[in-house]
């Protein structure tokens, strides 16, 4: 079935770190891409998005590419903020079929 | 501001007790969801409502059920509450069904004993 796997946490950098957060997923078809963020006592909130291969979708210095060919989705940023420590989702819908959310990845960072 | 409000926000219940979660949302939007959200298991999808007055089950639907008279309410019940029903409850919702872009509440914690 279709799935998605991110990388273990917590992930731990201090500040202006570059962060890679993997994720990598599992799909019978053609999914849409999602990362969400949770920041602490909070909702979660969608952060970027891609619908089809080699689509780049960013938001508050976040990048994540749509990688076809590794199935792929890895959430990137160059210099990351103690104001960024959150968990971060990887997520997947296809055919706007129900959104599978991967277990989460727990930013840290230190000043 | 416009969102998706939650009550109660914390809850501490006895087992075998009925519990309802309220979810009101003033966004129009057509679709609402209830996750949990579980250590380790990320967020699972419980109940879901594509439109008033229509429900479906999600990924983990027992011991749950919810309705949804009009469009702005999405009330989730427990109706004799056990304690692996101990999560974090989210009602989220969408323009339309599952486009992947949802509107998180800022969540119930609920606790069975």
């Known amino acids: 079935g279709d799935s998605v796997t991110q990388m273990e946490g917590p992930v731990t950098l201090s500040e202006e770190a570059f962060l890679t957060i993997n994720c990598t997923y599992t799909?019978?078809?053609?999914?849409?891409l999602f990362w969400y963020v949770q920041y602490p006592g909070e909702g979660l909130q969608l952060l970027l998005k891609?619908?089809?291969?080699?689509d780049k979708g960013s938001n508050k210095g976040f990048e994540a590419t749509y990688r076809k060919e590794t199935t792929s989705f890895h959430l990137e940023k160059g210099s990351v903020q103690v104001s960024d420590s959150a968990v971060y989702f990887c997520?997947?819908?296809?055919?706007?079929?129900?959104?599978?959310f991967g277990t989460g990845t727990r930013l840290q960072v230190f000043p | 501001i416009a969102g998706i409000t939650q009550a109660p926000t914390s809850q501490i219940l006895a087992a075998g007790r009925r519990m309802t979660l309220r979810c009101t949302q003033d966004m129009r939007h057509n679709a609402m969801y209830w996750y949990r959200q579980d250590l380790g298991l990320g967020l699972r999808l419980i109940h879901y409502?594509?439109?008033?007055?229509?429900?479906g089950k999600g990924e983990v639907p027992d011991g749950y059920s919810v309705s949804r008279a009009n469009t702005d309410d999405f009330p989730l019940t427990l109706a004799s509450a056990v304690p692996s029903q101990t999560s974090v409850y989210f009602c989220a919702s969408s323009v339309i069904y599952n486009t992947g872009e949802l509107f998180f509440g800022e969540g119930s914690r609920l606790t069975v004993l």
């Open positions: 799909a019978t078809g053609y999914p849409s």
């Open positions: 409502s594509n439109t008033a007055g229509t429900t």
């Open positions: 997520a997947l819908s296809v055919n706007t079929d129900k959104l599978i």
């Open positions: 891609a619908t089809k291969a080699d």
